[in-house]
């Protein structure tokens, strides 16, 4: 908290609240530092030409990850495109369960390229593995439950960590999709 209190008086955070929960948020300021620190580390580690490939080796996997996550939320019917996906056919949710597995075995690799040069990387296929782990134990929330490490989550924290490293703004043309 008071590291907080620090970067908010420099300008780089400010805290708020609303409907009894709050936090903090990065300002203008805020993303202007961290992006000229980014870009230092960067050329300071020699890391460009290491996470640009593995930004290039993760974009078509974040559009299967897109279409996995879409699967879960929706299937569907005959009468209705869009119909959200009630979980009641388990043959649908295996396949998607599949799906964002397979996307584990690939994220790791790009992972381990990511954290051979920049140690910040390290954590996010074990943090994925736990959500799909609890997932395949029963527990659906894990796949795209907002305010929990699932798989969603992570994988959204790792595309941003990509992004921001990069400068690249999500949705740009070399930013990728804007759904995770």
């Not at 959200?84 to 690799?109: F, I, K, Q, S």
């Not at 997932?135 to 305010?147: A, F, I, K």
């Amino acid at each position: 908290e008071e590291l907080l209190l620090d970067v908010e008086a420099r300008g780089w955070v400010r805290q708020s609240s609303f409907a009894g929960s709050g936090g903090w948020s990065l300002t203008d300021a805020g993303r202007a530092e961290d992006e000229r620190r980014l870009a230092d580390e960067l050329d300071a580690t020699g890391a460009r030409p290491a996470v640009e490939e593995a930004h290039a080796l993760f974009q078509p996997l974040n559009e299967r990850f897109l279409a996995a996550t879409t699967a879960w939320q929706i299937r569907p019917t005959p009468w209705d495109a869009m119909a959200a996906n009630d979980h009641t056919d388990w043959r649908w949710d295996g396949r998607v369960v599949d799906r964002l597995g397979a996307l584990h075995r690939r994220m790791e690799p790009v992972c381990e390229l990511l954290t051979a040069r920049l140690e910040r990387f390290d954590g996010y296929p074990d943090r994925y593995r736990r959500a799909l782990a609890r997932v395949e134990h029963g527990d659906p929330t894990w796949v795209d439950q907002p305010g929990i490490d699932s798989c969603h989550t992570v994988w959204f924290e790792l595309h941003e960590d990509l992004l921001s490293t990069l400068g690249l703004e999500r949705g740009g043309a070399s930013g990728g999709s804007s759904g995770s």
